[in-house]
């Protein structure tokens, strides 16, 4: 069920008693927040996935209307404020963690990774060639997080150190189809790819 306005009040800024805080308490607030920016923002992309999903099965039954991932923008533009591009981009990546990358979605609605740092996650991994080795690369990736099932500790390695061990990863698996990638990875729409911020 989605929170109604009045129990996130609790969590204003200008309520906290900062002043009480110790620097370690600031440290482990700022971590909490942290965490809970993270289960938001899959929160989002959960709904974001929702909608999409059911206005393609609008678009099933009626040729003349708009196409449903044109609908699902329309209809997130005013809500979410953001450009088209950028739910564009959220859209896909929400599609991606939920269809293909379901170990890399587990540590963002968990609040172990944020939206950012699965982003780049997708858009390493879709510059593969082959699909069947997504899990595969994935798997491997979330291993060298070290993010374990028995762990909850929030990932603290930066996105960009993220995004060079996937592409690492990538290389290895596919070392053959370099060029490929590189074409792959140029000629990616708006709308697909690492967000940006």
Same mark, same amino acid.
């Given at each position: ?41 899959? !929160?989002?992309?959960?709904?974001? &996935?929702? #909608?999409?999903?059911? $206005?393609?099965? @609008?678009?099933?039954?009626? *040729?003349? /209307? ?33 269809? !293909?990358?379901?170990?890399?979605? &587990?540590? #963002?609605?968990?609040? $172990?990774?944020? @939206?950012?740092?699965?982003? *780049?996650? /997708? ?39 993220? &995004? ?7 290389? @290895? ?25």
């Amino acid at each position: 069920m989605i929170e109604p306005r009045e129990a996130v009040a609790g969590h204003d800024p200008a309520r906290l008693d900062l002043a009480g805080l110790d620097d370690a308490s600031l440290i482990d607030a700022l971590g909490a927040a942290r965490r809970q920016a993270a289960v938001y923002e899959a !929160r989002q992309l959960t709904l974001m &996935g929702e #909608l999409y999903r059911r $206005r393609r099965s @609008e678009d099933r039954d009626d *040729v003349r /209307v708009v196409g449903g991932r044109s609908q699902t923008l329309t209809e997130l533009q005013p809500v979410l404020a953001q450009s088209r591009c950028r739910l564009g981009s959220r859209l896909h990546l929400a599609e991606t963690l939920h269809m !293909r990358l379901p170990r890399t979605w &587990g540590l #963002l609605a968990a609040g $172990r990774i944020d @939206e950012y740092t699965a982003s *780049v996650i /997708v858009s390493e991994l879709d510059k593969l060639t082959d699909d069947t080795l997504v899990p595969v690369v994935e798997a491997k990736l979330v291993d060298r997080l070290g993010t374990g099932a028995d762990q909850t500790e929030p990932v603290r390695v930066p996105p960009a150190q993220v &995004g060079r061990w996937a592409r690492v990863l990538v290389a @290895e698996t596919e070392p053959d189809r370099h060029e490929e990638r590189f074409r792959k990875g140029v000629r990616r729409p708006c709308g697909a790819g690492v967000r940006h911020r």
